[in-house]
């Protein structure tokens, strides 16, 4: 059962990292423009070549 | 009301022989720190990569502007610009590459940021975060529950961590509901917030008090796992009433409440509405609105009365004539002096009306709150009567308690606070995908309960822009070469009547007259009779042509009824709604659209007081209105109706009024609202009966002591999941 006392913080642990990002992602303005967001991708760079 | 392409292009490029560069924009700037400023637009016609790249590049190129980005989503646009950066520059660049923009007010760009939205957002993560790592420890505490090997010493370890997990997130997730409960209490009031406040604070306080005396039954878990469902009805709610709002205010922003001041030296400026001082001169382009009150100074020119008035005439207005704010300058450019600042124009008078229609309709209890007043007394009476009979019995006062918390826990609100806003939430995204845009889910509640549709005429039955009636094609395709030249409403629609063809070279339009060309055999004419040299004829909407030869055609125009309107009243009729017509124009033309309509009971020349006299009267004899307008002259009735509903191509004014925006050219979906609406009352009615149902059987449960944490936690997420559930039915219009 001892395992537990390293299991426990671990996941919790875990988890607040997950909290941390969202609200990371939160005050960084991620969700004002989700269509945006998933068409920039599609927008050429003129100066994106093979290396 | 139709906007002509003028309007919809707003004031975006000023005629090049003016020889000034465009207006002035330095109103709209907001100061971003030493030397930087920022320019929020409104972009129309921005849909793909393709466009995102093609303005952030075209505006890279742009001298003076040191970044622009462009949001997709809302199709604003922040453009900062260096010190020397000129932003009608901006603007034009932007017209130039076909993507027309309008300049947002700073301070409504300011509002566009969700803090509320935020607060709720991390709210509900820390919520989530609680309800799942609460749970990892209470798993095995339930465990014990049933027989399986859990020693005190392991079941304090796990309920200590449960606590240290689900405590302070409870409290961090609560927040919004215990402030929310604490302004209602101060205010001596209860909301459905105080219920949800007690309970939870009451279990917190129990359990860890349970904790330290070594108990069996914590909730931890519980009442952070109640905080997160709650929350998700709290979210979708406020989810709704954002994307309404966002959309009426670009709506807004395109309707450019902004005017264009004309300085001593001739120079033009931008400057919001708010800022229009009386005396101040102002240029009104052909296409635009007149902003405020104000008596022309310079310029010949027709407006276009029918937001105001109902009436689809143009009235010829010279110098000296007062326009009034809302009208809509149609051929001459016009420099008036403002008479009156926006706040007591005509449009302030009728704002005042909306006031207190929004007084009257404040009184209207929502379905949520109505079943809170019965819930909150039942489910306390409950609680205290548990603990003090258990008392009474025998039971010690700690157990007591305890099963008072567990009543509180398992009669959760749960059911009942996203019963409503689930229901709402499916309706509203039913009704968007189809164009219409529920304001506020109140609206979608009221909308339910219409029984009569009272109708404005211009704009809403009608076109709301003439439509050439009967002519003979030869004639048509006579004047039509001059027509296609000429931007007048009757011209274009003349032009429309003839197809496509070429225009007339060398025509010069006069302003307020018409427009005539040379051709080679003589002079040929376009316009008013006085101008063509035709007899003063009737009061029938009319255009004139002279050909070369000097022959003489007249042209009729009528305000057209939309073809998707005729079978309204049928439609209505059939969901059991009667109908009728209170319109500003002459009676004449309200007897034809009333006719075709098959509408027997219409009102005509009625004016904004009288259309809301006309509704008293309706509402005196029991009758639910829903009022369908568009026009300044409705604003105040689409208030002080029961329900409003206003078409997408309506002044910001009565769209704001309104609690639902239709499809301007799909007035047949007014009758689908009323379907998704009555269907989403009846959903939510479920859920009612059916939250009523589960409390019945779980109240009395807990009362007894049946209840313990495991029990609690599954029946509390089972009652939600149900609720929601049947809410999504709506999305694939089910519940017919």
């Known amino acids: 059962m001892s395992i537990i006392v390293i299991l426990a913080p671990f996941s919790l642990a875990l988890a607040l990292l997950g909290l941390a990002a969202f609200w990371w992602t939160l005050r960084n303005d991620q969700y004002e423009d989700p269509q945006g967001d998933a068409s920039r991708i599609l927008i050429e760079d003129p100066e994106d070549r093979p290396l | 009301m139709a906007l002509t392409e003028g309007e919809a292009r707003t004031w975006a490029g000023t005629p090049p022989d003016e020889g000034v560069g465009g207006p002035d924009l330095s109103a709209y700037l907001t100061e971003t720190g030493p030397g930087g400023r920022r320019l929020d637009l409104l972009v129309s016609g921005a849909h793909c990569a393709a466009c995102i790249a093609r303005i952030e590049g075209e505006l890279a190129g742009t001298p003076g502007v040191a970044s622009a980005r462009l949001n997709l989503s809302t199709g604003r646009l922040a453009v900062g610009l260096e010190p020397e950066g000129d932003p009608g520059q901006v603007v034009r ?13 700073p301070d409504s760009a300011r509002q566009a940021q969700d803090r509320e939205g935020r607060e709720l957002a991390m709210a509900l993560a820390v919520a989530g975060f609680g309800a799942g790592n609460a749970m990892i420890f209470s798993v095995p505490v339930w465990a014990g529950l049933f027989g399986q090997e859990l ?15 689900g405590a302070p997130c409870a409290v961090f997730a609560g927040m919004v509901f215990f402030r929310s409960a604490w302004k209602a209490l101060r205010a001596g009031r209860a909301n459905m917030d105080v219920p949800i406040s007690i309970g939870v604070i009451l279990t917190l306080v129990v359990s860890f008090q349970e904790t330290l005396l070594m108990g069996r039954d914590t909730y931890f878990d519980a009442a952070v796992t109640l905080l997160f469902l709650l929350l998700i009805g709290r979210w979708m709610d406020h989810a709704l009433r954002r994307r309404a709002r966002s959309a009426a205010a670009d709506l807004l922003a395109l309707q450019a409440p902004s005017a264009v001041l004309l300085a001593e030296d001739g120079t033009e400026r931008m400057s919001p509405l708010r800022l229009v001082r009386p005396g101040d001169r102002l240029r009104v382009r052909p296409g635009e609105r007149v902003p405020v009150d104000g008596v022309v100074e310079t310029g010949e020119s027709e407006i276009d009365n029918a937001l105001l008035t109902g009436e689809t005439t143009p009235q010829p207005v010279h110098p000296g004539v007062t326009c009034r704010a809302g009208a809509l300058n149609l051929t001459g450019l016009l420099t008036l002096r403002a008479e009156a600042a926006c706040e007591d124009s005509t449009l302030a008078r009728i704002a005042r009306l909306v006031e207190s229609g929004a007084q009257s309709r404040s009184t209207y209890v929502q379905l949520a709150d109505k079943a809170a007043a019965i819930y909150v007394p039942v489910v306390h009476t409950a609680a205290a009567l548990t603990c003090v009979i258990a008392w009474m019995l025998g039971i010690p006062v700690r157990e007591a308690v305890l099963r008072a918390a567990t009543v509180l826990i398992v009669t959760c609100p749960c059911a009942l606070g996203l019963a409503v806003p689930a229901v709402q939430v499916a309706a509203a995204s039913r009704l968007f995908r189809r164009g219409v845009l529920v304001k506020s889910g109140a609206g979608l509640e009221r909308l339910a309960e219409a029984d009569h549709v009272a109708f404005d005429k211009t704009g809403v039955l009608t076109e709301g822009r003439p439509r050439l009636l009967n002519a003979d094609p030869a004639d048509i395709a006579r004047a039509a070469p001059l027509a296609r030249a000429s931007s007048h409403p009757l011209a274009r629609a003349l032009a429309e009547a003839a197809g496509e063809g070429p225009a007339a070279t060398g025509a010069i339009e006069i302003a307020g007259q018409g427009i005539e060309a040379r051709a080679t055999t003589g002079l040929m004419r376009l316009g008013r009779a006085a101008f063509v040299g035709a007899p003063l004829s009737g009061n029938q909407t009319e255009l004139w042509f002279r050909d070369a030869d000097g022959a003489l055609f007249r042209f009729a125009f009528a305000d057209a009824l939309r073809p998707e309107a005729v079978g309204l009243a049928a439609a209505l009729a059939g969901r059991g709604l009667s109908a009728s017509i209170l319109s500003g124009d002459v009676e004449a033309a309200t007897l034809r659209v009333a006719g075709r309509m098959g509408i027997p009971d219409w009102r005509a020349g009625l004016t904004p007081q009288g259309k809301v006299e006309a509704l008293d009267d309706l509402k005196a004899a029991g009758r639910r209105v829903l009022m369908v307008g568009d026009g300044l002259n409705d604003v105040a009735a689409l208030s002080h109706a029961h329900v409003s509903m206003a078409p997408g191509t309506a002044l910001d004014a009565s769209q704001s009024a309104a609690d639902l925006v239709y499809p301007a050219d799909h007035p047949e979906r007014i009758a689908e609202a009323i379907d998704t609406a009555r269907a989403a009352r009846r959903r939510a009615m479920e859920n009612f009966a059916f939250a009523a149902l589960y409390n019945l059987v779980a109240g009395p449960a807990a009362m007894l002591g049946f209840v313990n944490p ?13 609720v929601t559930l049947n809410a999504l039915r709506l999305l694939n219009g089910g519940g017919r």
């Open chain 2, 93 to 105: 660049a932007l017209d130039r590459i076909g993507y027309p923009a309008t300049p947002y007010d």
């Open chain 2, 151 to 165: 020693g005190p010493a392991t079941r304090t370890f796990m309920q200590w961590a449960s606590a240290g997990v």
């Open chain 2, 710 to 722: 495991f029990v609690a936690a599954l029946a509390m997420s089972g009652s939600s999941l149900v």
